[in-house]
């Protein structure tokens, strides 16, 4: 993987830079991420706060529960960033985001008790009903 990973929104308003190796990336099937995806699963990568930068624009903050906040584009409203407010030293950005969505594969599965029965993955990743326990605190 070559650094820094660069992405950004839909419609460009709001880049982004990350210059430290992702410490994780994973496909999520919470009920959540379904709701604000509109999509039956979200690809993240895990990185640690300080090394994402935001390059252009800034995103709007939704506060999506009481332990997360989403953050998007204010204009086109790209969900870019999931930031659990208990662990502030670490951010999910939506790996599809990226201008190369091939440079970091997720490992996993998780929240797999909230996937969509008539959603199929032809993987053999690990999967994990709840969290993945080991990225978990």
């Known amino acids: 993987m070559k650094l820094p990973l660069e992405g950004g929104c839909l419609c460009g308003g709001v880049r982004y830079r990350i210059d430290a190796e ?15 995806s509109g999509a039956p699963v979200v690809p993240w990568l895990t990185v640690a706060s300080a090394a ?6 800034e995103p709007v ?3 999506s529960s009481e332990k997360a906040e989403r953050l998007f584009c ?3 409203g790209t969900q ?9 030293d670490r ?18 599965h998780i929240w797999t008790a909230s996937r969509i029965g008539w959603f199929e993955v032809a993987d053999d990743l690990p999967r994990h009903p709840g969290p993945d326990p080991s990225t978990s605190s």
């Open 22 to 36: 992702p410490r994780d990336a994973g496909y999520c099937h919470c009920r959540m991420c379904q709701r604000a």
């Open 52 to 57: 994402l930068a935001w390059t252009k624009g």
């Open 61 to 63: 903050v939704y506060r």
């Open 74 to 76: 204010p204009r086109c």
């Open 80 to 88: 870019l960033v999931f930031r659990e407010i208990a662990l502030p």
């Open 91 to 108: 951010l999910d950005v939506t790996l599809a985001s990226l201008d190369d969505p091939e440079a970091v594969r997720p490992s996993h």
